[in-house]
């Protein structure tokens, strides 16, 4: 019962801000939401480095989904980019090597900070900064998005529980199912089929194959976020949502879901820059 009550009170929020807020507005709601994954993050990622500044990664992710988002954008894309391909390294082995210097950070804590920072940037900020980006090719591709991870989620939950006989990864999500995972793969690309006709009024092959590697990325993100999880011997990232667990737990699958969707619609030069 908690689960449905926080999906119908968060749903029509995201919608209406995916409908009603343009661009950097857009951009700021969806970070204030991200801050809530990026300090569970830091979190879990205590138990390996308690004594490392993870917290930076409050500024540090928003921060790099502000350059990405800028430097993919139409304006800036030609010069941006090469920009951010200098910028974004230099800031991850220079800029993290030199703040976890000053920190003090303990020798021993040191390369699983340098882990849990240099992983989380890109974990946490290339999510935001697709999601910003993915609106201004058009609200309904949030649509699409939303559709092909949360529907696709339902079906492996329903069908796992009922049917589920092999497990997926024991070890990391025991619950997990191949037939579970099966039917969200069918199940999101449905979606996709039946969004790309009403939205579309066609069925494009293109399209149906972006929608199946974001299906694949979405269950890859949330096994990925369970084995964050496993590794610090927690069960949830947070109590924020009731019956959800955390903010990450929420939007795990997005993590990838979001960047594999926008690079499949880049592919098919849908809101590729400079079109």
């Given at each position: ?47 390996h480095a308690p004594r490392a ?15 990405l988002s800028f430097a993919l ?199 590729l820059p400079g079109k």
């Amino acid at each position: 019962m908690k689960r449905l009550f926080t999906a119908a009170v968060g749903a029509p929020i995201i919608l209406a801000a995916v409908f009603l807020l343009k661009g950097w507005w857009f951009f700021a709601v969806m970070a204030l939401i991200f801050e809530g994954a990026v300090w569970e993050y830091a979190e879990i990622g205590r138990s390996h480095a308690p004594r490392a500044p993870l917290r930076l990664l409050l500024v540090m992710s928003p921060a790099a989904a502000v350059a990405l988002s800028f430097a993919l954008s139409e304006p800036a894309a030609a010069g941006g980019l090469r920009l951010l391909l200098l910028a974004g390294p230099l800031a991850l082995s220079v800029g993290l090597g030199t703040v976890l210097l000053f920190s003090r950070t303990p020798l021993e804590e040191m390369l699983p900070a340098l882990g849990i920072l240099g992983f989380g940037v890109p974990y946490l900020a290339l999510p935001l900064s697709s999601l910003h980006l993915l609106q201004g090719i058009d609200p309904w591709v949030i649509v699409l998005l939303l559709a092909i991870v949360w529907l696709g989620d339902t079906a492996a939950f329903y069908v796992g529980s009922r049917v589920g006989r092999h497990k997926m990864a024991p070890v990391i999500s025991p619950k997990k199912s191949w037939e579970g995972a099966i039917a969200s793969f069918v199940v999101a690309v449905a979606a996709a089929a039946v969004w790309d006709v009403c939205r579309r009024g066609r069925l494009e092959p293109g399209l149906l194959a972006a929608a199946a590697l974001t299906a694949v990325a979405a269950q890859i993100g949330d096994l990925v976020e369970s084995m964050l999880k496993r590794s610090s011997g927690v069960k949830d990232s947070g109590q924020m949502l009731p019956g959800h667990g955390g903010m990450l737990d929420r939007v795990d699958a997005l993590l990838f879901a979001a960047p594999v969707l926008l690079f499949g619609l880049w592919l098919l030069g849908m809101g590729l820059p400079g079109k």
